[in-house]
C-alpha cells in the first residue's frame, strides 16, 4: 500500500491505491522527455506572445503568458500540435484576419479557441479594462466607430482569404 504523502490542504495522510506511476507524466512514459516539454513551453510562449500582438496593442503580461500555457494544458492536453497556428506564428502572419477567413469556412477550430482562450485571459485582468470596457456613453463617436470596425472587418476578411490562398493553410 502507498501513501500519497501529506495532504497540502489539511496536512493528513491517507493509503493511495491507484496507479503507481501517478507522478510521471504523460510525456515521460510516451518518451518525449523533458527537453521536449521545454521546447513545447517556450514555443506555447512565442504563440502567446505573438497572438496576443495579433489582438491587443499593449505589450503582453507574464502573468497572461503563464496562463496561456497552463490553459492549453488543459484544454488541448490529448491534441497534437496544430501545424496551422504553428505556420501563422512562424511566418507571422495575420492571425485575426486569418481566424476571421477561416471561420466564415467552418475551418481552423483551433486557432479560433487560442484567441478566444487569450481574449478570456485578458478580458479578467485590470489592465486590459479599458479594451473591454467604454466608460463614457459617446453616441456620435461609438456610431464612427462601429462604421469604422465594419470597415475593418471588410479589410481583414479579404485580407485573410488572400493569406488562406497564398500560403495554402486549408
Known sequence: MLFCGPCRACGHT???TGNPR????VSSRWGWGPSASVKMTDDLAAE???LHAA???QPV????????RDAHRLLFAGEPS?????RIVERRLDAEAIEYALRRRNAGRELTRKLQMLSYLAEARAA???EFVNRKTRRARAILALAAAALRSRWKLLKGELLVRRHGLL
Open 55 to 57: 489582438l491587443f496593442p
Open 48 to 50: 502567446a506572445r505573438y
Open 128 to 130: 486590459y479594462q479599458d
Open 22 to 25: 501517478r507522478g510521471v507524466s
Open 82 to 86: 496544430s501545424p496551422l497556428v504553428s
Open 61 to 68: 503580461d507574464p502573468a497572461i503568458v503563464e496562463r496561456y
Open 14 to 16: 491517507e493509503p493511495r
